[in-house]
């Protein structure tokens, strides 16, 4: 930093000096930023990996059981392998993988969260030229009138008219190093808050992905539900017919035609419960495709039109943290609350400030940059807060306190990760075991309801008798259906548990 070249000074011992203590300043300065390269207040470092080897009790290898019927098969848990980014197509729905792309590109959540990070860095980028001199130039033209009693006119003409003009250009430098470096810790906060960002993006874009999976998966469970809820109301309706041709017969006593009855109402009344889920799934998958209900899509969702993922990617937790974008986030607000502790201290500190000026002024405009009307000035402030009550102390405590909050943040975030995980594969060994039962009452039901009907074809049973059979079978089915859907949703809750595989994605994805 010094005069720009093409001022002119003028000559002389006075001159020589006044450069003389420039070059002194400058080297005060120079010395300054030479201390700049340290930076006060705690390194940050990565918190240490988990060290536990699995998910305790929670099946983290082998393979669930298998059972007959659509998502039947047996899931093997695979220790250590990775996530696809579009782990979704392990469903084998076409028109599954079509309302993600939809979603992923039209939620206005996903919108939302790209253009945090795109603010977060504009606002860090402005923030690095704190670490730069910062240069103004300025122009001022002024009339005046000077007085003529008590003041000389500026010039050193005699005084015959007190109006005169004066015009000023000038560039103007200020800088603050970083002695202490407390700039360079905000800016290391403003960059794990960039981190942060980027992370709540990540994360936002695996829940997406994910609810839409879980979602259709619900859908198709509800008209499963549906279906095999309709039937018995059907199978209901003709006990009840019969029920009453019986006691019109006497046959059927009053009893039992009422019994009968509140059956079928009772069946009816699960209907309109299913109907609404129904429906509400419906919009909720229409909503996170960032649209309004009345434009619903087109695709519809049956658990036949999925196929189970039959191996399960099982990562240990010192991988999981490095894959699950909350624990990362919590990572990043870490690093934050460290580098406030840094900002903290360097404001306890002596804050130090070089300024410069250098321009041209003269009283015409065609006057500027001749010979003597250039100027110049440099300058050093050092300044040290004295007293402020303890003011200064008390935010270096709270930064403290801060980092404190946010380290038991990120171990309740890593907790919470693992936890997710043990959960989901417990969670998937209780499905496979319920639908494997379901599975067999279920069979047991639709044996049962054969022989009923070989039988009645024979006249040996009551029409009744094959009805109560039947519907002990569609009882089965509906439940069949319940555990199916839960398996599937609970393999879906396992890929995003597991961080959702966004590691594998292109970087345009999260911009």
């Given at each position: 930093?010094g005069?720009?070249?093409?001022?002119?000074?003028?000559?002389?011992?006075r001159?020589?000096?006044?450069?003389?203590?420039a070059?002194?300043?400058?080297?005060?300065?120079?010395a300054?930023?030479?201390?700049?390269?340290?930076?006060v207040?705690?390194?940050?470092?990565?918190?240490?990996?988990?060290?536990?080897?699995?998910?305790?009790?929670?099946?983290?290898?082998?393979?669930?059981?298998?059972?007959?019927?659509?998502?039947?098969?047996?899931?093997?848990?695979?220790?250590?392998?990775?996530?696809?980014?579009?782990w979704w197509?392990?469903?084998?729905?076409?028109?599954?993988?079509?309302?993600?792309?939809?979603?992923?590109?039209?939620?206005?959540?996903?919108?939302?969260?790209?253009?945090?990070?795109?603010?977060?860095?504009?606002?860090?980028n402005?923030?690095?030229?704190?670490?730069?001199?910062?240069?103004?130039?300025?122009?001022?033209?002024?009339?005046?009138?000077?007085?003529?009693?008590?003041?000389a006119?500026?010039?050193?003409?005699?005084?015959?008219?007190?109006?005169?003009?004066?015009?000023?250009?000038?560039?103007?430098?200020?800088?603050?190093?970083?002695?202490?470096g407390?700039?360079?810790?905000?800016?290391?906060?403003?960059?794990?808050?960039?981190?942060?960002?980027?992370?709540?993006?990540?994360?936002?874009y695996?829940?997406?992905?994910?609810?839409?999976?879980?979602?259709?998966v619900?859908?198709?469970?509800?008209?499963?539900?549906i279906?095999a809820?309709?039937?018995?109301?059907?199978?209901?309706?003709?006990?009840?017919a019969?029920?009453?041709?019986?006691?019109?017969?006497?046959t059927?006593?009053e009893?039992?035609?009422?019994?009968q009855?509140?059956?079928?109402?009772?069946?009816?009344?699960?209907?309109?419960?299913?109907?609404?889920?129904?429906?509400?799934?419906?919009?909720?998958?229409?909503?996170?495709?960032?649209?309004?209900?009345?434009?619903?899509?087109?695709?519809?969702?049956?658990?036949?039109?999925?196929?189970?993922?039959?191996e399960l990617?099982?990562s240990?937790?010192?991988?999981?943290?490095?894959?699950?974008?909350?624990?990362?986030?919590?990572?990043?607000?870490?690093?934050?609350a460290?580098?406030?502790?840094g900002?903290?201290?360097?404001?306890?500190?002596?804050?130090?400030?070089?300024?410069?000026?250098?321009?041209?002024?003269?009283l015409?405009?065609?006057?500027?940059?001749?010979?003597?009307?250039g100027?110049?000035?440099i300058?050093?402030?050092?300044?040290?807060?004295l007293?402020?009550?303890?003011?200064?102390?008390?935010?270096?405590?709270?930064?403290?306190?801060?980092?404190?909050?946010?380290g038991?943040?990120?171990?309740?975030?890593?907790?919470?990760?693992?936890?997710?995980?043990?959960?989901?594969?417990?969670?998937?060994?209780?499905?496979?075991?319920?639908?494997?039962?379901?599975?067999?009452?279920?069979?047991?039901a639709?044996?049962?309801?054969?022989?009923?009907r070989?039988?009645?074809?024979?006249?040996?049973?009551?029409?009744?008798?094959?009805?109560?059979?039947?519907?002990?079978?569609q009882?089965?089915?509906?439940a069949?259906?319940?555990?199916r859907?839960?398996?599937?949703?609970?393999?879906a809750?396992?890929f995003?548990?597991?961080g959702?595989?966004?590691?594998?994605?292109?970087?345009?994805?999260?911009?």
């Open positions: 930093m005069v720009s070249p093409w001022v002119r000074e003028p000559c002389g011992p001159s020589r000096a006044a450069r003389a203590v070059r002194a300043q400058l080297g005060c300065a120079a300054a930023l030479a201390l700049a390269a340290c930076a207040g705690p390194n940050f470092h990565r918190p240490p990996a988990p060290k536990a080897a699995d998910y305790g009790s929670a099946p983290s290898q082998g393979a669930t059981v298998a059972s007959t019927g659509t998502g039947g098969a047996a899931q093997s848990f695979v220790a250590g392998q990775d996530i696809p980014a579009q197509t392990l469903f084998h729905s076409e028109q599954l993988t079509a309302l993600i792309a939809q979603a992923l590109k039209g939620n206005p959540d996903l919108e939302a969260a790209r253009a945090a990070l795109r603010q977060a860095s504009e606002l860090y402005a923030q690095r030229t704190s670490l730069l001199p910062v240069v103004q130039g300025s122009f001022d033209a002024q009339r005046a009138k000077n007085s003529v009693l008590t003041l006119n500026p010039t050193s003409l005699p005084q015959t008219n007190p109006y005169y003009n004066l015009y000023t250009a000038q560039l103007s430098l200020s800088y603050s190093p970083d002695v202490f407390g700039l360079r810790r905000s800016l290391e906060a403003a960059r794990a808050g960039v981190a942060q960002t980027r992370f709540e993006l990540i994360a936002t695996v829940t997406l992905s994910s609810n839409v999976v879980v979602t259709a619900q859908e198709a469970s509800l008209r499963g539900q279906a809820t309709a039937r018995l109301l059907e199978i209901e309706r003709q006990l009840t019969t029920v009453r041709q019986q006691h019109s017969l006497g059927a006593s009893l039992d035609l009422l019994s009855q509140a059956a079928e109402a009772q069946t009816a009344a699960q209907l309109p419960p299913l109907e609404k889920q129904l429906g509400q799934t419906r919009d909720a998958l229409t909503a996170l495709l960032g649209r309004l209900p009345s434009e619903e899509p087109p695709q519809t969702f049956t658990l036949q039109d999925l196929s189970l993922p039959t990617p099982v240990l937790p010192s991988r999981l943290i490095e894959q699950r974008p909350d624990v990362r986030q919590a990572e990043e607000n870490l690093h934050a460290s580098a406030q502790v900002v903290a201290l360097a404001d306890m500190l002596p804050q130090f400030t070089v300024s410069a000026d250098t321009g041209s002024a003269a015409a405009i065609n006057k500027l940059f001749t010979p003597y009307t100027f110049w000035d300058g050093a402030s050092l300044t040290q807060t007293f402020d009550a303890g003011a200064l102390i008390y935010r270096h405590r709270a930064a403290d306190a801060a980092l404190d909050q946010a038991a943040q990120y171990r309740a975030a890593v907790i919470l990760a693992c936890q997710n995980v043990a959960d989901t594969l417990r969670a998937l060994q209780a499905d496979a075991d319920a639908l494997k039962a379901a599975a067999d009452a279920d069979e047991a639709r044996a049962a309801f054969e022989v009923a070989h039988q009645q074809q024979l006249g040996t049973i009551s029409l009744v008798a094959l009805l109560n059979a039947e519907q002990t079978y009882q089965a089915e509906a069949v259906v319940q555990a859907g839960a398996r599937f949703a609970d393999t809750g396992l995003q548990a597991l959702g595989g966004w590691w594998n994605s292109s970087e345009a994805a999260f911009r």
